[in-house]
């Protein structure tokens, strides 16, 4: 690695750590629902430094949620924190890592198919698909148990209860976060900010 793109990586990084940080205690509202974008700088940074950047950044992003819940203002995070600060941390990290991860090694895929608009466009759409994913299963891994979950279940088996979230918020989350990372990755893709070859759009 070179000293112009150790510069680009170590720009790239510091940027979109600020982000995470940013997005994860902000919401957009949209319409009667809220939706998270904290998904789209991790898979940014995925995208630009491959697997071991998403790793980073997923690290980053699970820290900010392990932050936003000690804060008290994580809503469910924040109540399942005071239950288990051991479990909650874990629930924080090890989603965001493993989706930051999958989102390199997606993309590294998608790149050879198709241009850097609509590679960028799956993997903002599938990020969002898996934090959703992995999140709401460590939640059932994790304090499946609790009278608080088993509330929130109201009876429904796992797989129908994380449908039901996915198929609430989740889905806006996925729809917009493929459309915002899509036109980023684009861009940095006509910057040469992106390693390795795409198709032209």
Same mark, same amino acid.
């Given at each position: 690695?070179?000293?112009?793109?150790?510069?680009?990586s170590l720009a790239?990084?510091?940027?979109?750590?600020?982000?995470?940080?940013?997005?994860?205690?902000?919401?957009?509202?949209?319409?009667?629902?809220?939706?998270?974008?904290?998904?789209?700088?991790?898979?940014?940074?995925?995208?630009?430094l491959?697997?071991?950047?998403?790793l980073?950044?997923?690290?980053?992003?699970?820290? $900010?949620? =392990?932050l @936003?819940?000690?804060? *008290?203002?994580?809503?469910?995070?924040? #109540? %399942?924190?005071?239950?288990?600060?051991? &479990?909650?941390?874990?629930?924080?990290?090890?989603?965001?890592?493993?989706?930051?991860?999958?989102v390199?090694?997606?993309?590294?895929?998608?790149?050879?198919?198709?241009?850097?608009?609509?590679?960028?466009s799956?993997?903002?759409?599938?990020?969002?698909?898996?934090n959703?994913?992995?999140?709401?299963?460590?939640?059932?891994?994790?304090?499946?148990?609790? $009278?608080? =979950?088993? @509330?929130?279940?109201? *009876?429904?088996?796992v797989?129908?209860? #994380? %449908?039901?979230?996915?198929?609430?918020? &989740?889905?806006?989350?996925?729809?917009?976060?493929?459309?915002?990372?899509?036109?980023?990755?684009?861009?940095?893709?006509?910057?040469?900010?992106?390693?390795g070859?795409?198709k032209e759009?």
């Amino acid at each position: 690695m070179n000293t112009r793109t150790r510069s680009n990586s170590l720009a790239i990084m510091a940027l979109m750590t600020a982000l995470i940080f940013v997005l994860q205690f902000v919401t957009v509202p949209l319409g009667a629902i809220t939706v998270s974008l904290a998904m789209v700088p991790v898979s940014v940074t995925a995208v630009a430094l491959g697997p071991a950047g998403g790793l980073a950044a997923g690290a980053i992003w699970g820290l $900010a949620s =392990l932050l @936003k819940a000690l804060l *008290g203002s994580s809503g469910m995070t924040s #109540i %399942l924190f005071n239950m288990s600060p051991l &479990a909650t941390a874990l629930l924080c990290f090890f989603p965001r890592i493993l989706d930051g991860v999958l989102v390199g090694l997606l993309y590294k895929g998608f790149r050879k198919l198709t241009n850097p608009l609509i590679s960028g466009s799956l993997v903002g759409f599938l990020s969002a698909f898996f934090n959703t994913l992995f999140f709401m299963s460590g939640i059932v891994l994790l304090f499946g148990q609790t $009278a608080y =979950l088993q @509330k929130m279940m109201a *009876g429904r088996n796992v797989l129908a209860f #994380i %449908l039901s979230i996915i198929a609430g918020n &989740a889905l806006f989350e996925m729809l917009v976060a493929a459309g915002v990372t899509g036109p980023v990755v684009a861009t940095l893709s006509k910057a040469h900010l992106i390693k390795g070859k795409n198709k032209e759009m």
